[in-house]
Every structure is written in structure tokens, then in C-alpha cells.
């Protein structure tokens, strides 16, 4: 199920806890968890509903500007259901805890003969090494120039990230990946370790803002949520890219760590 960034903004804070989709069947069930940008999204209900019944508290949970907005957004596919899904916050993405655990010499051959059997179930021959190294080597490089310099269709190359995502290797960012310390960790014991450029201290750019408002922020240097509070808001307003959408996600970021922009002087 995918969901727009408004919507993960609206579930985490808790004033969005419906969504309307058409489908041709349900997509998801009760117990679902998604896990997002922002975190898991559980699914609490799924019902099929006309959409004469929609009504504006409907809208309102939905995140909807209003009922003419959401009956808008459902216009397309008339011929397709109207399916009515709870949701619900469920906390951080556990796969973060995953990331920052160093694992130990036997977790590791665990993790190695995990990454072997992916290798010998792929149509593409080994590709577990080849794609932590090239992320290694180029953190925060977009996934269509790691897929080319591969080789390989972009489509494909992402879907294979997922699969050592899953098991807390990498990192998505705003743009790109990055290897987690528990794949750093993982690739350091088969190639030896290497030198690498410190982490950046703070907390990333949320990905819900968009590549180009990323790109914007980091040729100014930008590069997290507490060098955001640095500048004034009219100040990256100004940057060609950062719209009032990714400044108002900048600001949600920035409030959770109790922050703001810059006052105006």
C-alpha cells in the first residue's frame, strides 16, 4: 500500500488515521504493518464502502483538504471498489535498533551464509558483495548511478537494497544509501577494514522532503535536521527546490527535536 508523504506526516502525528483506496480487492489486512519513511503504520480495519457514504469527517481523518478533494481523489478507476483502511502510528522502524547492533563473530557468519543464499537464488549471479561495497565506497549517491555504474536496471538494484535493508545492512537517505554500522561491520570482516568519512553528526534530512529540496540543502552545506534550525525559513524558501511542502516537513522534523528555524532578525 503505498502512502503519500502528507499522509506518513499525518499518521505520525496522529491526525490522519484513514485512508481510501480504490482496488480491485483488498490490498491489505487487519495486521498489517508498513513500514515507512517515518516509521510502521499498522493497519487496524479494512472495508469496503460506497463512496455516497463518504462524509467530511472522512476528509478530515484522511487528510483530505475537504469531501470534494477526497471524492476528486477517488474519481479515477470508478469501476474499482472504494476500500476504507484504519491506521495507526505503530513507533519507530525496528529495523533502525538492527542498524546500530554490531554484531558479534558468530552473528556475522550468520548474516555471510544469509547474503550467500540470496547470491545463489538470484538470476544475476552474486550480488550481495558487489552492491554493500559500491554503497560503501559512494554513501549518498543516487540508486539509477550505482545501478549503471553495475550494469544493471535501476528497478531491479533498488529491490535488491531492500533485501540487505531488511536484514539492517543499509540505509536509505533523502538521496541514495549508506552503509549501516552493522553492515560496515559485516563488509569490514570480509574485506578488512577500511577508512572511511566520519558520520555526519545529527539527525538526516527527512526523506519525506524530496530529492530536490535534498539536493538544495546540501549544496549550501545542509546535510541535517539541526543545521536546518541554523538558517532562517525565507532564507532556504528562497533555494531553487525547497518548496513550502519540504519546508513545512523540515519544520515537523525539526519540532521533534525541539527546534525551529532561525527567527527572522
Known amino acids: 500500500m503505498m502512502m503519500r508523504p502528507a499522509e506518513l506526516d499525518g499518521v505520525r502525528a496522529g491526525t490522519v488515521d ?8 483488498p490490498r491489505v489486512k487487519v495486521g498489517t504493518r508498513l513500514r515507512t519513511a517515518v516509521g510502521v503504520v ?26 470534494t478533494a477526497l471524492r476528486e481523489a ?12 484504519g491506521l495507526r502510528y505503530g513507533g519507530a522502524d525496528p529495523r533502525e ?28 549471479g552474486p550480488w550481495t558483495r558487489t552492491t554493500l561495497r559500491i554503497i560503501d565506497r559512494n554513501p549518498e549517491v543516487r540508486a539509477p548511478d550505482l545501478a549503471a555504474e553495475l550494469g544493471r536496471e535501476t528497478p531491479d538494484f533498488k529491490k535488491d537494497v531492500r533485501k540487505l535493508k531488511e536484514r539492517g545492512l543499509t540505509e536509505s537517505l533523502a538521496i541514495g544509501y549508506r552503509l549501516s554500522p552493522r553492515g560496515e561491520a559485516v563488509l569490514d570482516h570480509e574485506d578488512g577494514p577500511r577508512e572511511r568519512a566520519p558520520r555526519r553528526a545529527g539527525t538526516p534530512l527527512p526523506r519525506t522532503i524530496g530529492a ?12 541535517t535536521v539541526e543545521a536546518v534550525s541554523g538558517w532562517r525559513r525565507a532564507d532556504l524558501a528562497a533555494l531553487h527546490g525547497v518548496g513550502p511542502i519540504a519546508l513545512d516537513r523540515l519544520e515537523g522534523a525539526m519540532a521533534e527535536l525541539g527546534l525551529d528555524y532561525r527567527p527572522q532578525d
Open 18 to 25: 484513514l485512508a481510501f483506496r480504490r482496488w480491485d480487492r
Open 42 to 67: 499498522e493497519v487496524v480495519s479494512v472495508e469496503e464502502v460506497a463512496p455516497s457514504r463518504l462524509r467530511v469527517d472522512d476528509a478530515r481523518r484522511a487528510g483530505a483538504a475537504s469531501l
Open 74 to 85: 477517488l474519481s479515477a478507476r470508478p469501476d474499482r471498489p472504494v476500500f476504507r483502511v
Open 97 to 124: 535498533a538492527l542498524r546500530a547492533a554490531i554484531p558479534d563473530a558468530e552473528e556475522i557468519a550468520t548474516v555471510l551464509a544469509g547474503l550467500d543464499r540470496l547470491d545463489a537464488a538470484s538470476p544475476v
Open 212 to 223: 530536490p529540496a535534498t539536493r538544495a540543502l546540501r549544496e549550501v552545506d545542509v546535510h
